[in-house]
């Protein structure tokens, strides 16, 4: 009986059905103490589910390769669903042709503030070199800030952990912080968050509503482009002095 027990919790621990089950049920559960608590910042879903999962894993000491195998469906669906973002985006094509001159100088003073800080902080606390890299596309979303980390010699692993705090950290703040400056305009602030906080900011806007969430992609999409211009810039500035 034992044995067949375990044979059956190997067989579940590896089949891919599993950790999908699980990445839904975990959301899920996350969501709904979210809801719970009047959609307070703090109880952030993201949040909650990778403390779930995280939680799981360790209990069951799955490898997280064996977890990653699982889910991968899930990573792989990141990509059509930033995809057609662009189409409610596409409904508000009137509004973005009067905002767009505004939208482009706040990208590159976003994206250009969010690399530079990074850096500029890391430095002044005595950050090693590899950190300062993997720090600079960290408010980008996570494969391209992959990439940019492999193409500038930094460590893909920081990168990763620091796109996911900067994503959940800038979910938690942008309502208080859209409420202090007074941005009504769903518009604007939905784009500001997608450039200061990527896919995480953009689970967010969704929330505010459908034009919030259609410019938060696009910031979000944006700022990808502009990173992948301004750090390899900066890398050779940096390298000429």
């Known amino acids: 009986m034992i044995s067949g027990c375990r044979e059956l919790c190997a067989f579940l621990q590896t089949s891919p059905l599993l950790w999908l089950a699980v990445t839904l ?8 103490i979210y809801l719970r608590s009047g959609r307070n910042p703090l109880v952030n879903p993201v949040l909650g589910s990778i403390s779930i999962i995280i939680t799981v894993l360790l209990a069951t000491r799955t490898p997280y390769r064996t977890y990653f195998d699982g889910a991968g469906l899930v990573h792989f669906l990141i990509g059509p669903a930033t995809v057609a973002m662009a189409v409610p985006l596409y409904t508000h094509t009137a509004r973005l042709k009067k905002v767009l001159l505004p939208l482009a100088g706040s990208l590159f003073v976003g994206s250009g503030t969010a690399v ?3 850096v500029a902080i890391g430095w002044l606390f005595g950050a090693s070199t590899d950190t300062l890299l993997s720090l600079t596309p960290k408010s980008t979303t996570m494969p ?4 940019i980390t492999e193409k500038i010699g930094g460590s ?4 990763s952990l620091m796109v996911t705090m900067t994503g959940i950290s800038g979910a938690i703040m942008a309502r208080g912080l859209l409420k202090l400056l007074r941005i009504d305009d769903l518009a604007i602030g939905g784009f500001a968050v997608g450039v200061s906080a990527h896919a995480i900011g953009t689970a967010y806007a969704l929330q505010l509503g459908e034009v919030a969430g259609a410019f938060s992609a696009l910031g979000m999409g944006l700022n990808g482009v502009a990173t992948t211009i301004l750090v390899p810039l900066l890398m050779r500035f940096v390298a000429n002095r």
């Open 25 to 32: 049920l975990a959301y899920q559960i996350a969501y709904a």
């Open 116 to 118: 530079v800080s990074a």
């Open 144 to 147: 391209i800030a992959m990439g």
């Open 156 to 159: 893909p692993s920081l990168t």
